[in-house]
Every structure is written in structure tokens, then in C-alpha cells.
């Protein structure tokens, strides 16, 4: 066991007025399983880059280990996976090699094929053996599900739960749930760290919060009515005051002495409420600043006129010779919530574009209703760029409604003068999914929308989808995500 000490830590990127971090500071042990958590674009990936030294900063950050990143950089993907993992880490043992890949159900022959020939699934499970090799080193492992299926995420998981030493990145709740044991968060104002797996951070971070929010709205009462009896005070000293130089009603002369110790005493009692009234107003201004803003998002589907949107009877999909997608049936319906599920390579996104109207060879029948508008979210994001303005006049969608999902998705003002190639992956995914959300059509197709994207707003997806239950058929390996959201499964 050794520490990771981080104090005082401040960056900000060349050209910026905002910090990303300032004057942070915290302990990581690393023998922990330690996920990191934060919403999209909070500095994440930056920090990973900042413990591996790529960028200066100021503060310090001391650590007894050396620090791997993962996914490593595989610059030529033709060279066999055993020189891959030789390059990663020349001194490996091979017989331990063999235990991890079996661990992680990789059988041997993949090392004696070409690295580019393995499914996104294998190349991470390999990336991850190679990795777990090394001694004295922390592993920095930033998003490695976004490339594995159900059943992939759920063996990984088991893996990484039978090691320690690493800091995991990943926005599944199940994956975290399943293999660390403390979190660390970028809040909004700070970052902290907690024992726990994530569902455990999570239900403690939404009871601090109900705890803030009621003890805001008791400060708020106090501050008003505190603020009116300041009010009253000051009034009530100015009339008494008043009465000095002036007589009493009897005609008698006025007892100044009398006064003056009565408006002294009223005096004093109006600085003691400003005083309560300034520790109410100090002690309000802490609270709330941590509390993530998840605005519900809305959708308004158009009503297509017959009940059935498209029907599949034994539908196989080819590319050449080759079936990629077996035989399958279904239909979908007005108000289906479908999540296309299977193994990676098992023909969804196939499908989907067959849906969508793209030529692709098939078997079987396939129906789909004339004029059915169809909004599609695709998996690549690497296609965008310019500023959102242009982006929304060439999508023809409303440019106000837009930036107003995205302001509702944790997007700052700031972000909106940007160009969108400069976005980290996960505010990417959003800009297509708040182009999807703005279009009117009668059908939302989702192809892994997720990947990339922050807790939070996964679960402002969600409660949209379960408060307006569109028509929408998705592919999605997060498993709560599925299970909470879907009304159908098609498992291929």
C-alpha cells in the first residue's frame, strides 16, 4: 500500500480564463478500486492526463508508483496481439499472460492473430491482461465499456472486481456497482472521495442534497422574516428617536433620557437581527452549490396514422456471402420502447440501418409505412464539427430548442462558442441526441446513445423516455438502462 497525494492542484488549458481544477487537494491509496464519476466535459480524462504528466500544472502530485493508461495506443493494428502485448510490456511471463486472457475467457490463438482481426470486445480484454501484468502500477482505465456488450461488460466487471490498484472511468451504474469500492467525484465546486461502490455515493449524494434543499428553504424563511422584523425595528427606533426633540401628548416635557435609552435598546436589537440575518444569508450561501441541475427534458413525437410503424418476418441481413444478422421477426408499434440486444457482431446496427432505409442485402420480409419519418442517432460522432448555429440551420432544426436541451444535458454558455470537434465524447453524443430530440418524427432510432455520456443525464434520458414513452427502437448495453426503460427485447 502506498499514497497518491494531490495538493493545491490548479490547470486550466492554454487560452482559457476558467480553471478546470483550483487548489485541489486529496489522498487515493493504491490498492483501491476507485471509480471516478463526474458529468460530461468536468475533467476526467484530464486529470488521468495530468497524473501521467502530459501537461504542466500547479500544486503537486506525489505518488510511489508509476502510472499506465489504458486504452494503450495500438499503432499498428496488422501486427499480431502478441507483439501488441509485447510492446505494452516486454517482460511479461507468458504463462501469466495465459491465466489473465483466461480469466477473461480470451483463448489463446487470438495472440497469434493480427490485432485489427479482434472484436472491439477482445482488444480491450487484451489491452486489459497486458496491462494488469505490470507491478507497481496504478492503472488509469478510462471508459472500457464503451465497446463491450452486455455479457462482456458483466465478465470484465468480475475481472476488474478480482484486482485492485486502478481508477475506472465508466458511466454504467451495474459496471461500477459490481467492482469498486470507493468513488471520486468532480462536483460542481469540488472534488471528493468516498467509501462505496457507486449506488452507495449516489443514494448518499441525493440525501445530502434533499438535506440542503430543505435546510435552503428553512434559511430562506428565516432571512425574509428576519429581514421584515429589521424592518419593523429600524422603523420603531426612527418614531421613538422622533419623540425626543418633540412632547408627549400630556404636554409635559419629554424625559430624553428615557427616550434615548429605549431607542439605544431598539437600536441594539435591530444590529442583533442584521447580525442573525447575516449568519442565516452566510450559511445559505453554502449550500446548494453541489447540486447537479437535471432539468426534465421534453420530446413531441409525431402521431403516424396507423397503429404498426414496421414489421419484420424472418429477416436476415448478408454483407456478400456472409450472414451477419440470423432470422428474425417483430413489429413495432405505437408507443414500443424496443432494445435490440445481443453480442457485439450480431447484426444490430445492420438492422437498424435497414430500418432507416439504407440499401443493405437481406432475406425475409420487411415492411415499413410510407411517409414514416424516422430520426436516427448513429454510434460514430467523429463526423462533427463547426459551431451549433450552423450545425442546427443545416439539420433544419429550431436553433433555440437546441441549445436549450443541451443547456438542460450540464452544456455552460461557454461551450456554445466552441467548435463541436473540440467536445469530449460524451457532449458530443449529446449534440446528436438533442438534434434527435428537436426533429419531429414518428420514430426515434438510437444506436448505443449512451456511450460517452455522464450518470446524470443518463438518467435524464431515462425519466424522458418513461414520462412521454415515445416510439423508439434502441440498441444500448448499459443493463439498468435497458431494464428500466425497454417494454420489448429482441435478442439476437
Same mark, same amino acid.
Given at each position: 500500500?502506498?499514497?497518491?497525494?494531490?495538493?493545491?492542484?490548479?490547470?486550466?488549458?492554454?487560452? =482559457?480564463?476558467?480553471?478546470?481544477?483550483?487548489?485541489?487537494?486529496? #489522498?487515493?491509496?493504491?490498492?483501491?478500486?476507485?471509480?471516478?464519476?463526474?458529468?460530461? $466535459?468536468? $475533467?476526467?480524462?484530464?486529470?488521468?492526463?495530468?497524473?501521467?504528466?502530459?501537461?504542466?500544472?500547479?500544486?503537486?502530485?506525489?505518488?510511489?508508483?508509476?502510472?499506465?493508461?489504458?486504452?494503450?495506443?495500438?499503432?499498428?493494428?496488422?501486427?499480431?496481439?502478441? &507483439?501488441?502485448?509485447?510492446?505494452?510490456?516486454?517482460?511479461?511471463?507468458?504463462?501469466?499472460?495465459?491465466?489473465?486472457?483466461?480469466?477473461?475467457?480470451?483463448?489463446?490463438?487470438?495472440?497469434?492473430?493480427?490485432?485489427?482481426?479482434?472484436?472491439?470486445?477482445? #482488444?480491450?480484454?487484451?489491452?486489459? %491482461?497486458?496491462?494488469?501484468?505490470?507491478?507497481?502500477?496504478?492503472?488509469?482505465?478510462?471508459?472500457?465499456?464503451?465497446?463491450?456488450?452486455?455479457?462482456?461488460?458483466?465478465?470484465?466487471?468480475?475481472?476488474?472486481?478480482?484486482?485492485?490498484?486502478?481508477?475506472?472511468?465508466?458511466?454504467?451504474?451495474?459496471?461500477? &456497482?459490481?467492482?469498486?469500492?470507493?468513488?471520486?467525484?468532480?462536483?460542481?465546486?469540488?472534488?471528493?472521495?468516498?467509501?462505496?461502490?457507486? *449506488?452507495?455515493?449516489?443514494?448518499?449524494?441525493?440525501?445530502?442534497?434533499?438535506?440542503?434543499?430543505?435546510?435552503? /428553504?428553512?434559511?430562506?424563511?428565516?432571512?425574509?422574516?428576519?429581514?421584515?422584523?429589521?424592518?419593523?425595528?429600524?422603523?420603531?427606533?426612527?418614531?421613538?428617536?422622533? !419623540?425626543?426633540?418633540?412632547?408627549?401628548?400630556?404636554?409635559?416635557?419629554?424625559?430624553?433620557?428615557?427616550?434615548?435609552?429605549? %431607542?439605544?435598546?431598539?437600536?441594539?436589537? *435591530?444590529?442583533?437581527?442584521?447580525?442573525?440575518?447575516?449568519?442565516?444569508?452566510?450559511?445559505?450561501?453554502?449550500?446548494?452549490?453541489?447540486?447537479?441541475?437535471?432539468?426534465?427534458?421534453?420530446?413531441?413525437?409525431?402521431?403516424?396514422?396507423?397503429?404498426?410503424? %414496421?414489421?419484420?418476418?424472418?429477416?436476415?441481413?448478408?454483407?456478400? /456471402?456472409?450472414?451477419?444478422?440470423?432470422?428474425? =421477426?417483430?413489429?413495432?408499434?405505437?408507443?414500443?420502447?424496443? %432494445?435490440?440486444?445481443?453480442?457485439?457482431? =450480431?447484426?444490430?446496427?445492420?438492422?437498424?440501418?435497414?430500418?432507416?432505409?439504407?440499401?443493405?442485402?437481406? !432475406? $425475409? !420480409?420487411?415492411?415499413?409505412?410510407?411517409?414514416?419519418?424516422?430520426?436516427?442517432?448513429? #454510434?460514430?460522432?467523429?463526423?462533427?464539427?463547426?459551431?451549433? !448555429?450552423?450545425?442546427?440551420?443545416?439539420?433544419?432544426?429550431?436553433?433555440?430548442?437546441?441549445? *436549450?436541451?443541451?443547456?438542460?444535458?450540464?452544456?455552460?454558455?461557454?461551450?456554445?462558442?466552441?467548435? @463541436?470537434?473540440?467536445?469530449?465524447? $460524451?457532449?458530443?453524443?449529446?449534440?446528436?441526441?438533442?438534434?434527435?430530440?428537436?426533429?419531429?418524427?414518428?420514430?426515434?432510432?438510437?444506436?448505443?446513445?449512451?456511450?460517452?455520456?455522464?450518470?446524470?443525464?443518463?438518467?435524464?434520458?431515462?425519466?424522458?423516455?418513461?414520462?412521454?414513452?415515445?416510439?423508439?427502437?434502441?440498441?444500448?448495453?448499459?443493463?439498468?438502462?435497458?431494464?428500466?426503460?425497454?417494454?420489448?427485447? @429482441?435478442?439476437?
Amino acid at each position: 500500500m502506498s499514497l497518491i497525494n494531490v495538493t493545491n492542484l490548479t490547470f486550466a488549458y492554454d487560452g =482559457s480564463y476558467d480553471n478546470i481544477f483550483e487548489k485541489v487537494s486529496f #489522498q487515493i491509496d493504491t490498492d483501491w478500486k476507485l471509480g471516478f464519476t463526474g458529468r460530461n $466535459g468536468r $475533467g476526467k480524462t484530464t486529470f488521468l492526463n495530468l497524473l501521467l504528466g502530459k501537461y504542466e500544472y500547479s500544486g503537486s502530485i506525489s505518488a510511489k508508483v508509476s502510472f499506465e493508461y489504458f486504452p494503450f495506443q495500438v499503432e499498428n493494428k496488422e501486427e499480431n496481439t502478441i &507483439d501488441i502485448v509485447d510492446a505494452i510490456y516486454p517482460d511479461y511471463v507468458h504463462w501469466e499472460l495465459m491465466r489473465e486472457l483466461s480469466l477473461l475467457k480470451v483463448s489463446e490463438d487470438v495472440l497469434y492473430r493480427p490485432f485489427g482481426s479482434l472484436s472491439n470486445g477482445e #482488444q480491450t480484454k487484451v489491452l486489459l %491482461a497486458a496491462l494488469f501484468l505490470k507491478e507497481n502500477s496504478f492503472l488509469l482505465i478510462d471508459e472500457p465499456t464503451n465497446h463491450l456488450d452486455m455479457e462482456a461488460r458483466q465478465l470484465v466487471s468480475e475481472y476488474l472486481n478480482s484486482k485492485s490498484g486502478f481508477i475506472l472511468v465508466s458511466h454504467d451504474r451495474a459496471f461500477l &456497482d459490481n467492482c469498486v469500492d470507493h468513488i471520486l467525484s468532480i462536483n460542481k465546486t469540488n472534488v471528493e472521495i468516498q467509501s462505496g461502490n457507486f *449506488s452507495e455515493w449516489w443514494e448518499n449524494k441525493q440525501r445530502q442534497d434533499d438535506f440542503e434543499l430543505a435546510e435552503n /428553504e428553512k434559511l430562506r424563511k428565516d432571512v425574509k422574516r428576519l429581514s421584515e422584523a429589521s424592518k419593523r425595528t429600524n422603523s420603531w427606533s426612527h418614531e421613538v428617536e422622533k !419623540t425626543k426633540n418633540g412632547t408627549r401628548n400630556s404636554g409635559s416635557k419629554v424625559d430624553k433620557g428615557y427616550i434615548g435609552h429605549k %431607542a439605544a435598546k431598539m437600536m441594539k436589537r *435591530s444590529k442583533s437581527i442584521e447580525q442573525r440575518q447575516h449568519s442565516a444569508m452566510e450559511e445559505k450561501s453554502a449550500l446548494l452549490k453541489n447540486i447537479e441541475s437535471a432539468e426534465s427534458l421534453k420530446i413531441s413525437q409525431l402521431v403516424y396514422h396507423k397503429h404498426q410503424l %414496421a414489421e419484420l418476418e424472418n429477416v436476415s441481413i448478408y454483407y456478400g /456471402e456472409k450472414q451477419v444478422c440470423p432470422p428474425v =421477426s417483430f413489429t413495432i408499434e405505437q408507443g414500443d420502447r424496443i %432494445a435490440l440486444s445481443g453480442k457485439n457482431g =450480431s447484426g444490430k446496427s445492420s438492422l437498424i440501418k435497414l430500418i432507416c432505409g439504407e440499401n443493405i442485402d437481406y !432475406t $425475409g !420480409t420487411f415492411r415499413k409505412g410510407s411517409q414514416l419519418k424516422i430520426s436516427y442517432v448513429s #454510434q460514430d460522432t467523429s463526423h462533427l464539427q463547426g459551431n451549433l !448555429t450552423d450545425y442546427a440551420r443545416e439539420n433544419d432544426i429550431d436553433e433555440s430548442l437546441f441549445k *436549450s436541451i443541451l443547456r438542460k444535458l450540464d452544456f455552460s454558455r461557454v461551450q456554445f462558442e466552441k467548435d @463541436i470537434s473540440a467536445y469530449s465524447g $460524451g457532449q458530443k453524443k449529446k449534440v446528436l441526441l438533442a438534434k434527435s430530440l428537436c426533429e419531429k418524427v414518428h420514430l426515434q432510432i438510437w444506436d448505443e446513445p449512451l456511450n460517452f455520456i455522464d450518470v446524470i443525464s443518463r438518467m435524464q434520458i431515462e425519466e424522458l423516455l418513461l414520462e412521454y414513452k415515445p416510439t423508439i427502437l434502441f440498441v444500448e448495453h448499459d443493463r439498468e438502462f435497458c431494464q428500466n426503460v425497454a417494454t420489448k427485447i @429482441i435478442e439476437l
